[in-house]
Every structure is written in C-alpha cells, then in structure tokens.
C-alpha cells in the first residue's frame, strides 16, 4: 500500500481528542451520603454499567472516524486492481518524443520512428475513461496532442529539425505537477542521439513521477552525410569552371563502400563519382562544372540512398554576374585613361565594366557596386570615401593599390595599405636624376606562376623602369621582382579585405609598362584574382525561421518553398535595406523570393550536421543531466510492464464511506443514551 498524500499522516495525532476528552470526563465528583436516597444506589449501579459501555463504544467511533478520514485524506493505494471495492487509479500521462532526423533512420526493425509508433500504439490501450495522456515533440515542444489512436496514425514525418529536447521535457513537468492522480508518467520515446538532448539541464521534477524510457534496440549503424559545400574562392563568370568542394562525413560505426555521390546544377546531373569514408572518418570531394550562363544558379550534392535519408542531399544558390565591375579612382591622366581602355575590352565571355572617378566625386553607390577597386596614384580619399571602400572590402571587393609620381607615400602607409597589407612605403629608387638614365627590368626568374608565363623572353614582356616604391619587406606573396630583389606586383590579405599593389604603375614618367603586350593580361589576371568571389549563398536550417536582408525589393514580396508554395512576405521596418521574416523553413532545398514576379533573392535551406549524429548517449547520462528519479528502460511491447507497475485502486472513497458509517453508529448510540426529553437514562 501506498499513500500519495502522505503528509497528511500527521492529522492521525487527532485520534488522540477523543481519549483526552474521556480522560477528562471520568473524573469522579465528591460523595455526600444521605439516607433518603440510600435504596436508590442499586438502581444507579446498573444503569452506570451501560452508560460506561455506551461511553467506551463511542470513544471507539469517534477515534476510528478520525482515523479513517485522515487515511482517506492520504489517499492510500495498493498495486493491484480490485473490481470489487474502490476505484480504479487515476493516470496522467506525458509522452516527449523525438521525432527528429536521426528517428528517421532504418535499421533491422524498420524506420526508428515507425518502431516508436508502435510502441506509442501500445501505450494507448492503457488510457482509460478517467486517464488523461498527452504526447510532445521535440520539434514543437509547444505543441500538446492527445495520446490516441488518431494522434499515433498522423505521425508518419519525420522533422528535419530536431527541435528542443529540454523545452519539451520542462513542458511535461509542468502539466505533470498541475495534477495529483495516482500514476503520474513521464515516456521518453528517443534513440538518445543528436541535438534534442545536447543541452541538458536539471529539472524540478514533481513528486511520485514514474519515469520510463523507450529506446529502439542498438544497433551498427551506416550512414553517409554531406556536411557541408564551398567554392574555390576565385573569380566565376558564365564560361569559366565552378568549383563545388563538398565535405563527406561517415557518423557511422561501419565503412561505407564505393558510395555515389553526385553534382546537380538546375536539376541536371553534372557529374558523379564514386567514394569510400571509413567509419567515423571525413572526406573532401571536388567537383568542377562550367557554368553556361549568368543569373541565378541552383543545385545540390546528393549521396546515393542508405539508412539515413535527411541527410544525403545538400542544396546550393550563387548568382553569376554578367560582369566584372571595376571602380577605377584618380585624376584624369593618361595612365588612368590607359587603364579604362585596358579594361574596355572583353576576355573569355566575362566582360569588364570600368568607371573611372576623381578622389572628390566617389560615390557610395559606385563603391558598392564595384567587384574591384583600383587607386590609381592617388591615395588622398576623405574619411568618408575611405570608410565605403573599407566596407566594400569587407563585403568581398578587392583592391589594387597602382603608384606613380601623384602617388603620397605618407598617406598611403597610414591610410590605405594597412585595409590589404602589412607591408609599408620605405622610399623611392631612381635614375632619372643621373646624368645618364639606366633602367630596372624585371626578373623572370622570381615570378609567381600566376603571371609567370606572361614574362616569356621577348621585348614585349620587357617593360623598362625608371621609377620604383620600395617597399619595407616582402613577407607576403611576391608575384613579381625587379632585377634589383625589390618587389613590383605584391599580392597581400589584411585585416579588412584583399589587395594587390604595383610599385610603379602605367605613368610614362615612371615605365613604359603602358605599351607592352603583357600588360593587359596581367592586369586582367590581377582584377580576375581580386574580384569579389562567387560564394555559396548563406544556408538556413530547418525549423524556426530567421530574418534576411534584402538589397531588392518590391510592392509585393513572396516567398517560395523548393514544393512551388508561396506565401506573402512582409518588410520589418522601413530601411534602403528590406528586412523580411521568413518564418518556419522546412522542409530542406533552394527557396526563392519573389518581388514583382521576379526572382529578387534566392537562399537554401539545409539539414544541421549535427543532426546527422547516430552515436547514443547513455542513460545515465540523461538521467544524471535530467536530474530524473531512476529510470525504467522499456523496449518493445511496453504496455503490460507498465501496467503491473501502477497504482491499481484508491481506497479513498472506501474509507469515506466507512468513516460515514461510524458517524451513523455514532449517532445511533448517541440515541439510546439522551432521551427525546434531553434527559439521561
């Protein structure tokens, strides 16, 4: 027998009134003896005697009555069922589970999420009439739906968010501690594994909580993942190669074995290739594709079918522009007119789209906008214009530092270097003031082989040099030297963004770089190297949605699901950039707004790479991390070893009914002891 309210126990010490208030009763008054009443003493003896017993008869009502209350008060159970008296135990159940992508997987029993329904199957036939049973997902922790038949048919999907393991399990101590029902359970239907349990933390956990856990059975496990997907960092324009770089993870306990794994560009397979990822172990796989045109391009890397499907496919978006735009800053010289014309032409279908400005009439729009930024001898930009180009670089711009006689040494070592280098101006080298004038060539021997094969032997890759900067050292990438050790083309990576920096530039007064035939490729190759990038566009995951900036917009946004369901989108705020909420993303692939009935944005969403994790933890582990009673562990066909565990029948209502019938007892001898007049017998 058990007592769910046992501290109600220490009303028992209230049996104690009546004997106090019979003890105190039976003190006996003083004799006067007078001989008038002396032939009336037998008579009083024999009614003494029935009086006394009457008295003892009641002190035991009375106490039995107190007794019996406070026990019903207790509500004391036993194990077993008895239809014959009392009532049956009233059940609250909480059922949390995981419904995430790792329930997904398929194993010697099937799907790890079909395997739990039928265990939540079975855990039905023991809600009764008076029973309420509830079920919780991870992935809407929120969200409560009844435990039945119909709840249990409907949960065929599996989540590709795993959602939050602790809100859930906070959730159902919280409607557990609203009741006082005889069988208060909490069912954790989980394979243990993955994000729903990262984060663990104690719970105060209600009084007489059963716990109980279902877990499939363990078992070895193979499974491949894309984990993630990059570029190769260089230049893409329509007609030039694509390189997609897709990270491979083996969260298995087995080898995975000449596996396919495939690159699909606008829902055209691209190219395959088969791979081998021991268990546990990472794998880089390469792919190149030529893009034939620019706008928007999607795709994904899909892994050929194992036991984990969530995971086996990776979804990508890029926009190819259809130039490269160049922002080229100094004053109106022949060397600045030279570079416009350099770059009036077009190479390999990637046209260059050149705008030349002076330092005073930059504009925040044409910096912006630019893929290259190239200062041309003058470094004097005003705070303003400066802090555009530092935010230009670190959206992926780059920048080409080009000197010459206009060139301020002083403010280009304070001011500009430093956003693209750590190298700094030391002077000048020059001949132009000697009697006779001699010339710097350049060195073919120390060149980077990014340019090497432009200086092949031959006047027109021997550009002559009067003029030069030096620089400080040269402990970054040198791509070329002069004769004299000292560098001329230095590529470099600062704290803001990328650079490049020729110490003498097309400036007749300085070279005449500016008619050579290897000038022209050379530059094209510089501006190609430091353009900003074609990156992958940044991916969401699954499940509560986020927020996304947009540089276009229009009256009417909408956002378009990989399935063709659209839905309004509406602006947060009122800014020159539109920040829309995109709300609950699922499920995984390329997602599209459209403003205007035109693609404005195009974003992906993909599986977390956590989720792709099959290693269990323990349960004592979760339990410890729950701070849980201890946990029964149930597998398959739980219902009949939960049911012998229950609180069968409360004897709360038989013990009323018999604390009642003392009352009426009572009240029955009371009867025979006061006459209708008031009067004693």
């Known amino acids: 027998m058990t007592f769910l309210n046992p501290f109600v126990l220490i009303g028992l ?57 406070v026990l019903a008060f207790a509500r004391p159970t036993v194990r077993a069922t008895l239809r014959a008296f009392g009532q049956r135990g009233e059940s609250v159940v909480a059922v949390v589970l995981d419904d995430g992508p790792s329930m997904g997987y398929e194993g010697a029993a099937g799907r790890r999420l079909d395997w739990s329904r039928r265990q939540l199957s079975d855990l039905a036939t023991l809600v009764g009439v008076n029973d309420w049973a509830v079920l919780l997902r991870t992935s809407r922790p929120d969200l409560v739906l009844p435990l039945n038949a119909e709840t249990v048919e409907n949960l065929k999907d599996v989540s590709y968010w795993s959602g939050d393991g602790m809100a859930a399990l906070r959730h159902a101590a919280e409607l557990l501690g609203r009741t006082d029902a005889a069988n208060r359970e909490l069912f954790v239907v989980t394979d243990l594994a993955g994000p729903p349990w990262a984060n663990l933390k104690k719970l105060s956990w209600p009084a007489r909580v059963a716990p109980y856990l279902i877990v499939p059975e363990k078992e070895r496990t193979l499974n491949l993942s894309v984990d993630s997907l990059s570029t190769g960092g260089e230049l893409i324009r329509a007609g030039r190669p694509l390189e997609i770089q897709a990270v491979l993870r083996n969260t298995g306990d087995a080898e995975v074995k000449d596996a396919t794994i495939a690159l699909w560009i606008n829902d055209r397979r691209s190219q395959q290739k088969s791979v081998t990822v021991p268990a546990g172990g990472r794998l880089i796989a390469a792919f190149s594709t030529t893009l034939g045109a620019t706008g928007w391009v999607t795709g994904r890397v899909e892994v050929s079918d194992d036991p984990l499907m969530q995971d086996n496919n990776r979804w990508f978006a890029l926009f190819v522009p259809p130039d490269t735009r160049l922002l080229v800053v ?75 006689p206009e060139t301020d040494l002083q403010n280009a070592n304070r001011r500009i270097l430093p956003l693209v280098t750590t190298e700094q101006f030391t002077g000048l080298r020059s001949t132009l003031g000697s009697d006779s004038v001699a010339y710097f060539g350049l060195d073919r021997r120390a060149v980077n082989p990014l340019v090497a094969d432009l200086f092949v032997p031959g006047p027109s890759s021997q550009p002559r040099f009067a003029d030069y900067v030096l620089m400080r050292s040269s402990q970054e990438a040198t791509l070329a030297s002069f004769t004299t050790g000292d560098p001329w083309a230095v590529m470099g990576a600062g704290r803001v ?185």
């Not at 039976?26 to 005697?49: D, T």
């Not at 991916?539 to 276009?552: D, F, I, K, M």
């Not at 993303?585 to 792709?612: H, K, Q, Y």
């Open 330 to 404: 100094g004053e109106d010289t022949p060397a600045r007119r030279n570079l416009v014309s350099i770059f009036s032409s077009r190479e390999m279908n990637a046209p260059y789209v050149p705008v030349a400005a002076s330092p005073a009439n930059i504009t925040q729009q044409a910096v912006e906008r630019a893929d290259v930024i190239i200062l041309n001898e003058q470094m004097s930009l005003d705070e303003r214009a400066l802090g555009w180009v530092r935010d230009a670089l670190r959206r992926g711009a780059g920048l080409l530092v080009i000197v010459g």
């Open 13 to 69: 010490v209230a049996a104690g009134i009546p004997i106090a208030i019979h003890l105190l009763g039976k003190r006996r008054p003083r004799k006067v003896r007078f001989s008038a009443m002396a032939f009336l003493e037998e008579m009083r003896r024999q009614q003494f005697r029935r009086l006394r017993l009457r008295n003892v008869l009641l002190l035991l009502l009375r106490t039995l009555m107190i007794v019996l209350l």
């Open 497 to 681: 963004g990328r650079g490049a920096i020729l110490t003498s530039g097309l400036n007749p007064a300085w070279s005449d770089l500016a008619l050579r035939g290897m000038v022209v490729p050379l530059l094209h190759r510089l501006v190609n190297h430091l353009a900003r990038p074609v990156s992958l566009v940044p991916e969401y995951a699954p499940g509560p949605g986020g927020r996304r900036s947009l540089l276009q917009a229009g009256s009417r946004m909408e956002l378009e699901s990989p399935d063709g369901i659209r839905r309004a989108l509406l602006p947060i705020g009122e800014r020159t950039t539109t920040l829309v909420d995109l709300g609950m993303l699922t499920p995984p692939g390329c997602w599209r707004i459209w403003a205007d009935e035109r693609v404005a944005d195009v974003f992906t969403v993909n599986l977390s790479p956590a989720e792709s994790e099959l290693r269990p933890m323990s349960l004592r582990a979760f339990q410890d991390a729950t701070g849980l009673p201890p946990i029964t562990r149930l597998g398959a066909n739980p219902a009949a070893r939960v049911a012998e565990a229950r609180h069968g029948t409360e004897l709360e209502i038989v013990l009323l009914l018999a604390a009642l019938a003392c009352l009426v007892a009572e009240m029955v001898v009371m009867r025979g002891i006061v006459t209708p007049s008031g009067e004693e017998e």
